[in-house]
């Protein structure tokens, strides 16, 4: 049975950082690109960041671009999510997802993962 489980959300002042974390169990976890979404209250889920399963190439949505990073430890099967100099805008529920795919159309669209978290909240105060 596949898991994936976020940690590290959480309250923080405008301008702060934080580090969210996922870690995956039940697949074969350096076979998967990995993602993450977020979700504000009355919006879609919409795409942040994703990894390449084949390589250290990564991709950001323009509003996070240049303060967040993602990085995964495959002998970890985790991947994480570094946050800086956040936003109130950046207020959301934060979801990993695992996906058997590349490329960057297929990793910015929520449909084509396989596996997705339960969500860590994030809330960002002004």
């Known amino acids: 049975q596949v898991q994936l489980v976020e940690s590290g959300g959480g309250l923080v002042q405008a301008g702060g950082s934080l580090r969210l974390s996922c870690a995956a169990s039940?697949?074969?976890?350096?076979?998967?690109?990995m993602g993450w979404f977020r979700q504000a209250p009355g919006k879609e889920r919409e795409f942040v960041a994703a990894h390449e399963w084949s390589g250290p190439i990564t991709y950001y949505a323009d509003s996070v671009k240049g303060r967040f990073t993602i990085s995964r430890d495959n002998a970890k099967n985790t991947v994480y999510l570094q946050m800086n100099t956040l936003k109130p805008e950046d207020t959301a529920v934060y979801y990993c997802t695992a996906g058997l795919l590349t490329g960057w159309r297929a990793l910015k669209r929520p449909n084509s993962y396989n596996y997705w978290g339960q969500g860590t909240q994030v809330t960002v105060s002004s």
């Open positions: 039940g697949l074969t976890f350096s076979s998967y690109a």
